[in-house]
């Protein structure tokens, strides 16, 4: 684990050439990227879905998964709106139950994980159908339209290029790196996700890590779903419902490892920069959409092969087999 | 160990009871769950559920995930509508067409399992967005719907006047060959060694490369199979089509007693686990149930099947 983590400044350096040469090029080659408008849209989008992968992320650093981020994110857009538009509760109140829920459906899932034991992919893709049928029982699939104008305006809102909802996803991301290497029970976290067994032997409190990870998925997931409930105007049933996708992506370009026990923030950070780079390139050239999609996934696949080609070369310049690669790489 | 084999026929048990009980309760209380059209349905739904099911279980056999059954599913479902309307290749090639296309998507899948070493479950994330993303591009998300009348009648036709689609009767003989590759086959075997232990597997001398190519490879052709069944159903070849096949593919065999970490493979299980899933979303509609409070059911049903499995697993204290 010690190897992966001292490599993550490598992907992020390298995440970050990416970056900025992606954006060289987009703003040469089709200068309305540099637009104001454009910049905001984009930068909106990346506002959301970072939020959708710092969810993953920080699941991930435990050597779990949350497959039901985007659903989590749909019910409470639901939840908050409905209880705006049909039951006309204040603003504050509507998100803080919403902001709850979240928080609560993550627990739901800390707690089914840590209590069963059984792997975190099958319990939260159960969860995730669990979420969403709620959401579609609720909402038959029709929208609540016309939440209040506090709300709709708040996603437009902007100070030039620079969308107002950006500076929440910033200071989340900020505390929750803050958390990560400062507080307590954050590196405790990171030890549980790097060895469950020695972690337990040395008594960390796994119950505490594995719910506050899953707490602060739903969290995450529920202020990305409210932000995009905020863009879009309305509380959308399918709101949510392709985040899986970039969820994992951010986190595994980014440098984080299934196995858990890193959690690289920065390189989360840039990985969805580059992916809405990608995204608003491809609106900009007018290609199909869909490309999007290839693109993702080529990128996901590229991004582990590299990482993993340079820990296999490692390995073959310190001569260590795989078997034992584990034990020397913590070593030094 | 025979404690754990008898715990398990115990649990086939009980899944079947739970079923014909869910079956004697729609008979009562939903009105035309026993018409022979719902009963047909009911049933050709089943297969393509359960065929979704295998396509599933045979990578969870070597304790890998595909979460790519859905995209091969539907990238090879539009392949052989393709070959059908715009190749007007006769049904016989398409579906072989499908089912090739399907097989080298799982090897795909298995080399770069292999190659890399990286989880499945990252590699089939990438490589479903890779295949579905190719897939919408190649065809601009239109469907085929103008498939030969010799194909769609094929899932129409009932076989000796009972109300089973001929689809049933591919399913079957689906989850013969597995059952005999699990039970007879020195590759089924080999599959489940690797499966229940990956290290020791390799230690002993099994070619893990392989076993993994060779199950990523059936798990495709599964899925394409499952993608033709879904397409003659339709009548029609969507872009759609294996976007919502990913909870279908866990739950029956999961309930069915599948060990989702490898080792363990049902197939009656996932047999009767697709039939209960298919009843279920089947009666309850039946009886008014509105069909997204049925998603609700499904998940906890999965919820269940997992959690049972694990405490009746640590009640037998038997290792499979």
Redesign the interface.
């Known amino acids: 684990m010690q190897r992966l983590r001292s490599l993550a400044p490598g992907v992020a350096l390298g995440l970050l050439v990416i970056d900025l040469v992606g954006m060289v090029v987009l703003s040469v080659a089709r200068p309305q990227f540099l637009s104001t408008y454009n910049l905001f849209v984009t930068g909106r989008d990346l506002s959301i879905l970072l939020l959708v992968a710092l969810a993953q992320m920080i699941v991930l650093s435990l050597g779990q998964?949350n497959l039901s981020i985007g659903s989590i994110g749909g019910l409470v857009a639901i939840i908050e709106s409905g209880l705006m538009v049909r039951y006309g509760i204040p603003v504050p109140l509507a998100l803080v139950a919403g902001l709850l829920l979240g928080i609560v459906c993550g627990v739901i899932n800390g707690l089914?994980v840590y209590w069963?034991?059984?792997?975190s992919?099958?319990?939260t893709?159960?969860?995730?159908?669990?979420f969403?049928?709620?959401n579609?029982?609720i909402t038959?699939?029709t929208p609540f339209y016309h939440i209040p104008n506090e709300i709709s305006s708040f996603g437009q809102a902007r100070v030039g290029a620079f969308p107002i909802m950006a500076a929440v996803t910033i200071v989340l991301t900020l505390l929750l790196a803050g958390f990560l290497s400062q507080v307590v029970l954050g590196r405790q976290l990171l030890a549980v996700g790097g060895n469950a067994l020695a972690a337990r032997l040395s008594g960390l409190p796994i119950r505490r890590a594995t719910l506050t990870a899953h707490a602060i998925s739903g969290f995450f997931a529920a202020v990305a779903g409210t932000m995009l409930m905020a863009q879009l105007g309305q509380g959308q049933p399918t709101i949510g419902a392709t985040w899986?996708?970039p969820s994992?992506a951010g986190p595994?370009i980014g440098g984080a490892a299934?196995a858990g026990g890193s959690a690289p923030v920065l390189g989360t950070v840039l990985a969805m920069v580059l992916i809405s780079l990608i995204d608003d390139g491809l609106v900009l050239v007018s290609a199909?959409p869909?490309?999007?999609?290839?693109?993702?996934?080529?990128l996901?696949?590229g991004a582990?092969?590299l990482g993993?080609t340079r820990l296999s070369d490692i390995r073959a310049l310190l001569r260590i087999s795989?078997g034992t690669a584990h034990h020397a790489g913590s070593s030094p | 160990m025979t404690g754990g084999a008898l715990l398990r026929q115990v649990a086939l048990l009980a899944l079947l009871f739970v079923t014909a009980g869910f079956w004697i309760y729609f008979s009562v209380a939903a009105a035309g769950f026993t018409s022979d059209f719902n009963l047909f349905s009911l049933l050709r739904f089943a297969a393509i559920q359960i065929t979704i099911g295998f396509a599933q279980m045979v990578a969870l056999s070597i304790g890998d995930l595909n979460l790519a059954v859905g995209a091969i599913g539907g990238a090879t479902g539009m392949v052989a509508g393709w070959a059908m309307q715009i190749l007007g290749l006769p049904p016989e090639v398409a579906v072989l067409f499908a089912l090739a296309a399907g097989t080298l998507l799982g090897f795909g899948n298995a080399l770069l399992i292999t190659w890399t070493r990286i989880n499945s479950f990252i590699v089939t994330l990438a490589t479903a967005s890779l295949i579905t993303g190719a897939m919408l591009i190649l065809t601009h998300s239109d469907p085929f719907s103008r498939l030969p009348d010799s194909f769609t009648s094929f899932s129409e036709t009932e076989v000796a006047g009972l109300p089973v689609s001929n689809l049933v009767l591919v399913m079957l003989a689906v989850g013969v060959a597995l059952f005999f590759l699990y039970r007879n086959l020195s590759l089924g075997r080999e599959m489940l060694a690797v499966g229940a232990n990956r290290r020791a597997a390799r230690m002993s001398g099994l070619s893990v490369d392989r076993v993994v190519l060779l199950t990523h490879g059936l798990s495709g052709a599964l899925a394409a199979t499952a993608g033709l069944m879904a397409i003659s159903a339709d009548h029609t070849a969507s872009p759609s089509l294996g976007s919502d096949w990913l909870l279908a593919s866990f739950v029956a065999p999961a309930i069915g007693g599948t060990l989702l970490s490898g080792g363990l493979v049902s197939v009656p299980g996932t047999i009767v686990g697709g039939v209960l899933l298919a009843t279920i979303s089947n009666g309850l509609l039946l009886v008014g149930i509105d069909n997204f409070w049925i998603t609700v059911f499904l998940g906890v049903v999965l919820l269940l099947a997992v959690v049972l499995d694990r405490v009746t697993r640590a009640a037998g204290g038997a290792a499979p």
């Open positions: 998964m089914l069963t034991k059984i792997n992919f099958v319990l893709l159960g969860t995730s159908y669990v969403a049928g709620i579609l029982g038959h699939a899986v996708l994992f595994i299934l199909d869909f490309w999007v999609q290839f693109l993702i996934g080529a996901i696949l582990v092969v993993r795989p």
